[in-house]
T-cell receptor
Framework: SAVISQKPSRDICQRGTSLTIQCQVD?????MFWYRQQPGQSLTLIAT?????????ESGFVIDKFPISRPNLTFSTLTVSNMSPEDSSIYLC??????????FGPGTRLLVL | QKEVEQNSGPLSVPEGAIASLNCTYS??????FFWYRQYSGKSPELIMS????GDKEDGRFTAQLNKASQYVSLLIRDSQPSDSATYLC?????????????FGQGTILTVHP
């Protein structure tokens, strides 16, 4: 399985600030994604991180709020901008390498005060 | 109607029993189906993937897919207390949804000694 790391693993932030989460995959993957898991909920896809181009966002998520970069095949960042308490969630990146493999990073636990 | 729906939990089974987890999906062109296990405070861990109608076995786990009924299930034989977790069903639709996982709400499984 692919090894996926994320940092920070957790953070406590003040409302109105921004946090950038980094995701590193140990091997080349075809696709990288960012998900959100709100407290007590399942995972929801935020966007597909496209290498060298703008991310593709799902309904309800916008670039101004969640800018994403993917400068190469194995690295991506997600920024949570102008945070509010409603952004308190776990943010997970995943790497997809063919039809049978999609693995998740350990997640970043974000609490916004 | 939810796109991916799992049987309501929580589900409690005695140690050594068979745990049966069920999932239905609404998109008929869905092509790939996954079961993830998520322990409290951890990220989802891929258990099984299945693409063709029928059964797929891996150790104590068996995934069953019936595309005509839009139904996928996970059986856990000889359940152990360590199997206690939230089980997430995830689906990748066809077409332009390549790699994008849509998750069910999860079923909490408790295996009691």
């Amino acid at each position: 399985s692919a090894v996926i790391s994320q940092k920070p693993s957790r953070d406590i932030c003040q409302r109105g600030t921004s946090l950038t989460i980094q995701c590193q995959v140990d091997s080349q993957v075809t696709m990288m994604f960012w998900y959100r898991q709100q407290p007590g909920q399942s995972l929801t896809l935020i966007a597909t991180a496209n290498q060298g181009s703008e991310a593709t966002y799902e309904s309800g998520f916008v670039i101004d709020k969640f800018p994403i970069s993917r400068p190469n095949l194995t690295f991506s960042t997600l920024t949570v901008s102008n945070m509010s308490p409603e952004d308190s969630s776990i943010y997970l990146c995943s790497g997809h390498r063919g039809p049978e493999t999609q693995y998740f990073g350990p997640g970043t636990r974000l609490l916004v005060l | 109607q939810k796109e991916v729906e799992q049987n309501s939990g929580p589900l409690s089974v005695p140690e050594g029993a068979i745990a049966s987890l069920n999932c239905t999906y609404s998109d008929r062109v869905s092509q790939s189906f996954f079961w993830y296990r998520q322990y409290s405070g951890k990220s989802p861990e891929l258990i099984m993937s299945i693409y063709s109608n029928g059964d797929k076995e891996d150790g104590r786990f068996t995934a069953q897919l019936n595309k005509a009924s839009q139904y996928v299930s996970l059986l856990i034989r000889d359940s152990q207390p360590s199997d206690s977790a939230t089980y997430l069903c995830a689906v990748i639709a066809g077409g332009t949804s390549y790699g994008k996982l849509t998750f069910g709400q999860g079923t909490i499984l408790t295996v009691h000694p």
